[in-house]
């Protein structure tokens, strides 16, 4: 294979990366699971009468929301859509509202704000009435995706939003995983851990899921709000405590909530209706769809896909920046694409600066090259697959060798913005930022690392 310009490397792993979020594309994904033929509808592997269905209810939320409410009214088609009266809500982030035909999109949280807020527990309290106002032979469609759980707020009693606000922002600065911090919100929300399902007064409710979670644990996806939970308020409680130990003043309503629960011996009543629930598209499809682009392209490339969290950012960025120094020095892949979703541990608010996980993973792999003298031949890039990556406007970042060349020998920079989880400030200006918008999707993250070997092809 002739040597790649610093140019293609960079182009090549931007296409790569790119194929693998496309592949996830939540409309065409919803489309291809869902068809009308012959006077049935199937839904997966599902198949109704529709001469039995009255009115199809169409519920749900996620970043992915707006392109599978699309996707949902492009399969059913006109007549359908006027026969069974489809109707509903999603919550959705503001940025993903656009105007469809019969569902509506509810704008739950602003762009790039990823907590509960008062609209959003408007409409699911909206979203909770639809589904508790279904007849028997009404069909529930709920379409579920990343970000769920932020966007669907339903506070138990006892427990305010500026409450949930707090355990929420808490929990992330802390370095609670996705399980954990879910697991904390299942327990607080009349919606999450089966809830949906449990207010629904429709026989059937068929949920389309496409997954934020490594391993795809249904009950974690968006705090499974169609499935019973296996958590419950004692494990809540024992994880709120191993991370907020002294008790903290702004957390005493969650802790004193969690402890009254504990003592009732509360659990969510069990769902009425059948429930199918659909996974339809995960991190494991995208990183295979870019590995396929990749080839294409002319890499050696290896894969992995991660089925359990990961652990910190930054010892990720390490690990993927050692890979890349021995792809350039041996034979074997030049190319390796991985998926995942590590944790940041946030320095404190007076320190902390602006950035998200992905931008902290490609700086602490920035830093790793340039302490083993890489200054060219590599690419790496780290995106989330939702465009959003923490409270910023960027999906993540992309080191490659010009960045590295104009960093050689200024260490302190990095380190610094490191420390202080500064990651968007210092790529900014360096035009390294991977800048996407909303992509309509959510399957965690995506990495690419392509590089030049040093030494020739063995």
Known sequence: ?????????????????????????????????????????????????????????????????????????????????????????????????????RIELHAARPAGKN?????????????????AQAEPDDLVVCLISGGGSALLPAPIEGVSLADKQAVTRFLSAA???????????????????????SACRARRLVALIISDVLGD???????????????????????LRRFDVDTRAELR?????LERLV????????????????????????????????????????????TKPEGAAEDVGRHLAAMAVSMQQSAGPDCLISGGEPTVRLAPEGERGKGGRNQQLALAAMQSLLSAGVTSDVVLLSGGTDGEDGPTDAAGAVVDGALLSAFAGRSEALADSLRRNDAYRFFQPQGALLQTGPTHTNVCDVRVVVVNRLRGEA
């Open 263 to 306: 003592r009732e011996g509360a659990t969510k009543p069990s769902p009425k209706c059948a429930v199918t629930n659909l996974v339809i598209g995960n991190n494991a499809v995208a990183v295979d769809a870019a590995g396929v682009v990749a080839e294409r392209l002319g890499y050696s490339h290896a894969m992995v896909s991660a």
């Open 217 to 239: 644990p249904l009950d974690v996806i968006a705090s499974g709000p169609t499935v019973p939970t296996t958590t419950g308020p004692a494990d809540a409680l024992a994880i």
């Open 253 to 257: 309503p969650i802790h004193a909530a």
């Open 1 to 101: 294979m002739p040597r790649r310009t610093a140019a293609q490397l960079r182009d090549d792993a931007l296409k790569i990366w790119r194929a693998a979020v496309d592949a996830v594309d939540s409309r065409r994904l919803t489309a291809a699971n869902v068809s009308v033929a012959g006077g049935e509808l199937r839904v997966g592997d599902e198949s109704f009468a529709l001469e039995s269905v009255r009115r199809i209810i169409v519920v749900g939320g996620g970043k992915a929301g707006a392109g599978m409410a699309a996707g949902l009214e492009d399969a059913l088609g006109p007549k359908v859509l006027d026969e069974k009266q489809v109707s509903g809500l999603l919550n959705v982030p503001a940025d993903c509202v656009t105007k469809l035909r």
């Open 115 to 131: 907590e509960p807020t008062a609209v959003g527990v408007e409409g699911t309290k909206r979203i909770l009435d639809l589904v």
């Open 175 to 197: 370095g609670a995983d996705i399980t954990e911090l879910n697991t904390v919100r299942k327990a607080l929300s009349r919606i999450k851990g089966g809830g949906l399902a």
